[in-house]
Nanobody, 123 residues
Framework: QVQLVESGGGLVRTGDSLRLACAAS????????MGWFRQTPGVERKFVAA????????YYTDSVKGRFTISRDNAKNTVYLQMNSLRPEDTAVYYC????????????????WGQGTQVTVSS
């Protein structure tokens, strides 16, 4: 069992930065691949970024490449999403999630989800 709690969301202006954190509990956190998704009203959750537990390899959706960075600190049971050069279209509720599969860009493959944190970027 893994429990996830996100933090770090807020209201910022275009071009600003935010760092989201996802604190995990559970002994097997380090063996899960971790991902960040985001959701806007009336739209399904969309993949943002993921990091593999074994290799640390990272994956990003095209719209955030070069602006967002996912990382993890296994000693602290925490995964981060550093978001730079934020844009109004990045506005969404951001969720972290854990999966035991390699299909890290597919929401349905994730076993555990956090409650979400709101990110709002004003123009």
């Amino acid at each position: 069992q893994v429990q996830l709690v996100e933090s770090g969301g807020g209201l910022v202006r275009t071009g600003d930065s935010l760092r989201l954190a996802c604190a995990a509990s559970g002994r097997t956190f380090t063996t899960y691949n971790m991902g960040w998704f985001r959701q806007t009203p009336g739209v399904e959750r969309k993949f943002v970024a993921a990091i593999l537990w074994s290799s640390g390899r990272t994956y990003y959706t095209d719209s955030v490449k070069g602006r967002f960075t996912i990382s993890r600190d296994n000693a602290k049971n925490t995964v981060y999403l550093q978001m730079n050069s934020l844009r109004p279209e990045d506005t969404a509720v951001y969720y972290c999630a854990a999966t035991s599969t390699a299909w890290v860009s597919t929401a349905n493959e994730y076993n555990y989800w956090g409650q979400g944190t709101q990110v709002t970027v004003s123009s």
